[in-house]
């Protein structure tokens, strides 16, 4: 359990960071011109969904049994491997 315990303190950790980095693109989006405001927005609307699909994947980790957890496991990776993407996209893009 300790092995799972600390790897759903990761993904916590993640979330909250990629969190703070959609907050900071948002931030630039308020003073971006009007034009770059909107293709920051769809972006940032984007880097939400991404957000919380992988929140509803670590959900069912949190909640699932020992049999689960592994195939699990790969789909939350996958998740955030895609959601850090797109987020390190949109932060040199903008």
């Known amino acids: 359990m300790a092995l799972r315990d600390a790897y ?18 948002t ?14 927005e ?4 984007e880097l939400h ?3 919380q699909a992988l929140t509803r994947r670590v959900e069912s980790l949190r909640n699932a049994g020992d049999d689960a957890w592994q195939d699990l496991v790969s789909g ?3 998740a955030w491997s895609e959601l850090r993407s797109s987020v390190r996209s949109a932060a040199q893009r903008f």
């Open 76 to 78: 939350a990776e996958t």
């Open 42 to 45: 769809e972006k940032i609307a």
């Open 49 to 51: 969904s991404r957000q």
């Open 8 to 25: 759903m303190d990761k993904l916590d950790a993640q979330l909250r960071e990629s969190q703070a980095e959609i907050q900071r693109l």
């Open 27 to 40: 931030a630039k989006a308020s003073s971006a011109r009007a034009e770059a405001r909107v293709a920051v």
